[in-house]
């Protein structure tokens, strides 16, 4: 996961480049001896050097414990001793809960602490992708929309506000939007142009009203804070709430110069960066506040063009500052300031940009495990299609709970959700309610897209590196949960003999990688599972 709101205090921003570590080489001359040392007479006889007790010791190494490998079961009784030896052999502390059931015949076949409340961490994202799906429909787009409030004269000027309202996309993001960190407020700026608007004698006015005005959930912690994982969300987020912060060298002495990707109006610079002789950087970038980036250092004067990236401190103002710089940059002038506010009733829509579909956009969260994407998505579900509900996390925890109970049959207490990221260190899941979920979803009008948005072992994102060379290639879908704390792998697996199994593993603790291991050991064996 492989997985924030930043604190007021100052952070130091990383390097959005490979940073090399230079190793220091010492070179020792020798000397030559001028003397050969004295030869040994034939009566010498050299006796052998007595070893140490203490030398000895230190050679005695610790046993090499073989890596788990999984187990080719026959039989429901033979899977589950197999599962259960496999589950106790590694972790040396920690709990862990796990429940496998045959989608295909509806019977448990193994079940360890099924009703424990655990940390799920991202393994979250599979209750919010399903309750996206199943509120909004795989085919779902989110509409960021331009609208005004005024009258447009013949010569192109708008006689008030230009109204940018949001919508939760996740999808302002270069990963959908070719052109760079701002291509999403180019686009729309390039429409509204083509809409005939010229000047806009008014402000811009940022409409994010459709979420609740927070942008950290309850539960994640302070040193989480300017994460590029745990950035804060608003109904309008652009390039997942982070500004690349670009140096370049000046003339030599002189300043350098500095840039923000995407151009935004919502933050300010105060640059102290000096140009010096050379090729070397010492550069700090970091944000103070909600809107003030601050860079200082040296940079060469035959150096690259030095990029660093932070996370806004204020989505909602950094969104409606990109447009309002996309749109000079269109030669479209604004003469007021950005405003945050709500849309006028009955404003004329002058353009929008729509999302991909929702089926899509659960893909890339399960599958790159975005935490940004899971939020929105998480909100969305709550509005609806109607957007009566504001989205909040308290809202769409009810909405989750009430699909739990009455669509799925989880019990009431079974799923505690405060995030839906799984960042949050106060969620709670049991493995039943997971495996449940999956039989529910494995069967839903939506299935098809939530099957298809789990990473594949051995070959796709998260578990390309997992399992690899076992049954489980190719075969295993799951959706992966890692923090300090927790492992988890919840999906499918086709047993040998066809049938199609869903399973939740989950293991809170500090022995993370033994119960990896164990993990990677229990998916195969499930893959090689057969009985008649």
Request: charged fraction near 20%; charge should be positive; hydrophobic fraction near 40%.
């Given at each position: 996961?492989?997985?924030?709101?930043?604190?007021?205090?100052a952070?130091?921003?990383?390097?959005?480049?490979?940073?090399?570590?230079?190793?220091?080489?010492?070179?020792?001359?020798v000397?030559?001896?001028?003397?050969?040392?004295?030869?040994?007479?034939?009566?010498?006889?050299?006796?052998?050097?007595k070893?140490?007790t203490?030398?000895?010791?230190?050679?005695?190494?610790?046993?090499?414990?073989?890596?788990?490998?999984?187990t080719?079961?026959?039989?429901?009784?033979?899977?589950?001793?197999?599962?259960?030896?496999?589950?106790?052999?590694?972790?040396?502390?920690?709990?862990?809960g796990?429940?496998?059931?045959?989608?295909?015949?509806?019977?448990?076949?193994?079940?360890?602490?099924?009703?424990?409340k655990?940390?799920?961490?991202?393994?979250?994202?599979?209750?919010?992708?399903?309750?996206?799906?199943?509120?909004?429909?795989?085919?779902?787009?989110?509409?960021?929309?331009?609208?005004?409030?005024?009258?447009?004269?013949?010569?192109?000027?708008?006689?008030?506000?230009l109204?940018?309202?949001?919508d939760?996309?996740?999808?302002?993001?270069?990963?959908?939007?070719?052109?760079?960190?701002?291509?999403?407020?180019?686009?729309?700026?390039?429409?509204?142009?083509?809409?005939?608007?010229?000047?806009?004698?008014?402000?811009i006015?940022?409409?994010?009203?459709g979420?609740?005005?927070?942008?950290?959930?309850?539960?994640?912690?302070?040193r989480?804070a300017?994460?590029?994982?745990?950035?804060?969300?608003?109904?309008?987020?652009?390039?997942?709430?982070?500004?690349?912060?670009?140096?370049?060298?000046?003339?030599?002495?002189?300043?350098?110069?500095?840039?923000?990707?995407p151009?935004?109006?919502?933050?300010?610079?105060?640059?102290?960066?000096?140009?010096?002789?050379?090729?070397?950087?010492?550069?700090?970038?970091?944000?103070?506040?909600?809107?003030?980036?601050?860079?200082s250092?040296?940079?060469?004067?035959?150096?690259?063009?030095?990029r660093?990236?932070?996370?806004?401190?204020?989505?909602?103002?950094?969104?409606?500052?990109?447009?309002k710089s996309?749109?000079?940059?269109?030669?479209?002038?604004?003469?007021?300031?950005?405003?945050?506010?709500?849309?006028?009733?009955?404003?004329?829509?002058?353009?929008?940009?729509?999302?991909?579909?929702?089926?899509?956009?659960?893909?890339?969260?399960?599958?790159?495990?975005?935490?940004?994407?899971?939020?929105?998505?998480?909100?969305?579900?709550?509005?609806?299609?109607?957007?009566?509900?504001?989205?909040?996390?308290?809202?769409?925890?009810?909405?989750?709970?009430q699909?739990?109970?009455?669509?799925?049959?989880?019990?009431?207490?079974?799923?505690?959700?405060?995030?839906?990221?799984?960042l949050?260190?106060?969620?709670?899941?049991?493995?039943?309610?997971?495996?449940?979920?999956l039989?529910?979803a494995?069967?839903?009008?939506?299935?098809?897209?939530?099957?298809?948005s789990?990473?594949?072992?051995?070959?796709?994102?998260?578990?390309?590196?997992?399992?690899?060379?076992?049954?489980?290639?190719?075969?295993?879908?799951?959706k992966?949960?890692?923090?300090?704390?927790?492992?988890?792998?919840?999906?499918?697996?086709?047993?040998?003999?066809?049938?199609?199994?869903?399973?939740?593993?989950?293991?809170?603790?500090?022995?993370?990688?033994?119960?990896?291991?164990?993990?990677?050991?229990?998916?195969?064996?499930?893959?090689?599972?057969?009985?008649d």
């Amino acid at each position: 996961m492989k997985t924030c709101g930043l604190a007021l205090a100052a952070m130091v921003a990383v390097p959005t480049a490979p940073c090399i570590s230079y190793a220091a080489v010492v070179t020792t001359s020798v000397q030559q001896a001028r003397k050969r040392p004295p030869a040994r007479t034939p009566s010498t006889k050299k006796k052998p050097a007595k070893r140490s007790t203490r030398a000895t010791k230190a050679r005695v190494r610790t046993p090499v414990v073989p890596v788990l490998r999984y187990t080719t079961p026959r039989g429901a009784s033979a899977l589950a001793s197999d599962l259960g030896t496999l589950l106790g052999s590694r972790t040396k502390n920690g709990d862990w809960g796990a429940m496998v059931v045959s989608i295909t015949r509806g019977d448990t076949l193994f079940a360890q602490g099924p009703g424990a409340k655990l940390v799920p961490a991202s393994t979250m994202k599979l209750f919010t992708a399903a309750i996206a799906l199943e509120k909004l429909g795989p085919e779902h787009t989110f509409s960021t929309d331009v609208l005004r409030d005024g009258t447009i004269d013949p010569d192109g000027t708008l006689k008030g506000n230009l109204v940018l309202r949001g919508d939760g996309d996740p999808s302002l993001s270069p990963r959908f939007v070719r052109g760079g960190p701002g291509a999403s407020m180019t686009l729309l700026a390039q429409f509204v142009a083509g809409a005939g608007i010229k000047r806009v004698t008014g402000d811009i006015i940022a409409d994010a009203s459709g979420f609740e005005s927070r942008r950290i959930p309850e539960g994640w912690l302070t040193r989480y804070a300017g994460a590029g994982y745990a950035a804060p969300f608003s109904a309008l987020s652009l390039n997942e709430n982070i500004v690349i912060v670009g140096i370049a060298p000046g003339g030599s002495g002189g300043a350098a110069n500095v840039f923000l990707e995407p151009a935004t109006e919502g933050l300010t610079i105060t640059n102290t960066v000096r140009t010096v002789a050379g090729g070397g950087t010492r550069i700090s970038a970091r944000r103070i506040g909600d809107d003030r980036v601050v860079v200082s250092g040296t940079i060469g004067a035959r150096a690259g063009t030095a990029r660093y990236q932070l996370v806004v401190g204020d989505p909602v103002t950094f969104t409606a500052g990109a447009f309002k710089s996309a749109l000079e940059a269109q030669g479209i002038t604004v003469a007021g300031d950005i405003k945050v506010g709500r849309t006028p009733q009955n404003a004329p829509l002058v353009t929008s940009l729509p999302s991909p579909p929702l089926a899509r956009l659960v893909s890339v969260m399960n599958r790159e495990s975005i935490n940004i994407f899971a939020e929105l998505l998480f909100r969305n579900a709550a509005r609806g299609l109607d957007h009566k509900t504001v989205g909040s996390a308290e809202n769409a925890a009810q909405t989750l709970q009430q699909f739990l109970t009455k669509e799925v049959g989880a019990s009431a207490d079974a799923v505690s959700a405060t995030d839906g990221s799984g960042l949050s260190v106060l969620d709670r899941v049991t493995p039943r309610a997971l495996v449940q979920l999956l039989g529910h979803a494995h069967h839903a009008p939506w299935g098809s897209a939530f099957h298809a948005s789990l990473p594949v072992a051995g070959e796709s994102e998260l578990l390309r590196n997992r399992m690899r060379a076992t049954p489980a290639q190719g075969n295993l879908h799951a959706k992966t949960g890692t923090t300090n704390d927790v492992i988890g792998l919840s999906g499918y697996v086709t047993a040998e003999n066809g049938e199609i199994l869903a399973f939740a593993f989950l293991y809170n603790g500090r022995d993370r990688w033994h119960a990896r291991e164990t993990i990677d050991a229990m998916g195969p064996t499930l893959a090689a599972f057969s009985r008649d």
